[in-house]
């Protein structure tokens, strides 16, 4: 998918690649509005026209989906965190959402208790597999410092 210069928030053109879910929604979307409004090249089109304020039909589309409440911005760091979750390196998860600056992207990308429980576990998990050299000091007395001598 392709955003071209001047169209995202940031006016920054990027390109990134869908996973095949939510392709193959998008795909659908495209199919069926070209079958009602060939001459519109939106691709979330209100009877083939732009739509000028969403509110109505997110709070609509949130609340049948059992998610009344939510903001565009919770899904936007859901993506943040399940990208950096997969693995995703944090440039490349960055480029996609369109973050220029990190301190923008590290108010999205929130750690939770449980990503610093998972944090101990794995490095729990990592220090068992090693070997570990374990030292200490030892005080020796004067009688004790003639034994070791002989």
Known sequence: MRLYRGTPKNKDGRLFFLP?????????????????????????????QRIKDIRGSWERACREAGLSGKIPHDFR?????NMVRAG???RVAMQIAGHKTRDVFDRYNIVSEGDLQEAAQKLSQRLSGQTMTK????????????????
């Not at 760091?77 to 965190?81: E, G, N, P």
């Not at 030892?138 to 001598?149: N, R």
């Open 135 to 150: 030292t200490m000091t030892v005080t020796v007395t004067a009688p004790q410092q003639s034994a070791l001598s002989h």
């Open 88 to 90: 995703i390196p944090e």
């Open 77 to 81: 760091r859901t993506a943040i965190r």
């Open 20 to 48: 095949p879910e939510p392709r193959a929604v998008l795909d659908q979307q495209w199919t069926d509005h070209l079958a009602h409004y060939p001459d519109c090249p939106l691709v979330f089109p209100r009877h083939g």
